[in-house]
């Protein structure tokens, strides 16, 4: 049970949506929990051993599985692979995919089964192109006239032709869902099998819906009462998770991957417009945050232990932005709560309580700050303790509350969503979607700015520019050293905790509920969940 604007995959940022993509859509290959290379639609996996990786880092060959069908019948070929590279790239399409590209010069297709992609340098990260949830090919077939700024009015968003296992059979955008006695208004998707899947016989499902609405706590009480047979991330109390176990009907399925739940500041002017209309733009800088002392002192006022704790079993606190693999979580790190030290780098920033009102000023400006998040029970009560510790210090917060589907989604033309950051503050879960964290730590550099200019795509939504931080990602881009490649993430991330660039809150374990008849689960936290959902069965 999981909600979703659309079931295309290349600008969907939120995992809702890939969640859904990935049931019709597939990369060229994927990660297992372990961090291994699967393939999908590759026919091998590339190494130097077969001669597909270059010896000199700098390119890599892809071999595609013959006979492959798209849903509609049409041949899959090394055409797709290219228009794919091409439609992601183009900054009219706006895809949060984007950043899984930057290091690539170009993309060939050799012949009707072999892509060749040519990176700008030695590239240690020669997986990542169409590789996981960020490797989704598309048909040119379907979405070639689509490859401009008409690109989110794409019929086969709500129509896709994948080579995945199901179809789409029917995409509604209002239904319901009776869960007990409460109706719950939803978005409904219904899959089939394909009929041009590659291993048909093995489905074991004759229809595989999906369907959103409500808040994680309605999709728990779904999966206890045997409504649903799955729920997408329950980020809900432990005492709701104990709710869902004790009903005899479903488990919760828990496992730790890179997503970390933090606070992010805002780097730009929200409040400001430019001459065309753009707000939170590059031009004008946040009036308060970027004195690196208020921000330290809204970190040092964030109690991480209270956070862990409304999460139960699937939340421990973190100083880190960057967690996994665990090769390249830093050591170096550490989060404090201190209201004391809070109150004391304010009054060194100049901000105090000129009126008596209980809120600093400075200039005869307010310290009064927006903090906005998507509706859910946890983040709710997160937001709360936070609002309610933030005014203790003298700062004053309003809470701003999005629906999920909204404020997760990718949408450019939707001013509530994390991109366009039209707040102070804002809390989500993200992480590297791959067990090589390059395409993630880029969200950090200036040129990575999410603006009007690059549709909203970049991944930089805080959009903090540090000329340190940017040298220090570009050294990790080319250097082949496995450990020298770590210390520099690394680097980075106490880079960014050091000067207090985001307030990482906890690692966020992803974690659903089944029913206990549902067999072949296996997640990866480098992939949607739904990523073999080919093996997805019924115990007998």
Known sequence: MASAKHTEPTPSAGIKDQTASRIVYEPLASFDAEGRLVHFLAAEIPSLENGQVAPDGRSVTWKL???????????????????????IVNEDVGSSSAGSYKSVAKVEALDNLTVKVTFKDVNPAWSLPFVGVQGMIIPEHVFGQYNNKDAASAPANLAPVGTGPYRLKEFRTEDVLLIGEDVVNTVKIIFEPNPEYRDRDS?????VTLQGG??????????????????????????????????GVGR???????????????????????ADGERASVEFPHPILTDRRVRQALAAAVDRRKAAELHGRSGRATANLLVAPAAFASPNTKWEFNLDKARALLDEAGWRDTDGDGVRDKDGVPLALVFQTSINPVREATQDF????????GVRVENKLIDSSIFLGSSPDNTNTRRHFYADLEEFAYGNKG??????????????????????????????????????????????????????????????????????LIEWAYTSGLRNDIAGYDPTPWDAETWDIAKWHRKK
């Open 252 to 274: 919760v399925e828990l496992y730790w991957g890179s997503y970390v739940e933090r606070i992010m500041l805002n780097f730009t002017d929200p409040r400001r417009e430019t």
């Open 65 to 87: 599985r013959p006979g492959i069908k798209w849903s509609d019948g049409v041949p899959f070929t090394a055409k797709d692979v290219l228009f794919t590279y091409q439609y």
């Open 386 to 393: 936070i609002k309610a510790d933030f005014g203790s210090i």
């Open 435 to 504: 067990p090589d964290p390059g395409s993630y730590m880029i969200g950090w550099t200036c040129a990575e700015a999410a603006q009007k200019k690059n549709n909203w795509s970049g991944t930089n939504w805080a959009r903090y520019c540090n000329p340190e931080y940017d040298a220090l990602f570009q050294a990790s881009a080319t250097e082949v050293d496995p450990e020298k490649r770590g210390a520099l993430f690394m680097a980075m991330n106490d880079l960014l905790i050091a000067d207090a660039a985001v307030i990482p």
């Open 214 to 247: 409500g808040d994680a706590r309605t999709a728990a009480n779904a999966v206890s009462e045997g409504i649903v047979d799955y729920a997408w991330n329950l980020q809900v109390g432990e005492a709701d998770l104990r709710s869902l176990e004790t009903k």
């Open 203 to 207: 489905l074991a499902f004759k229809q």
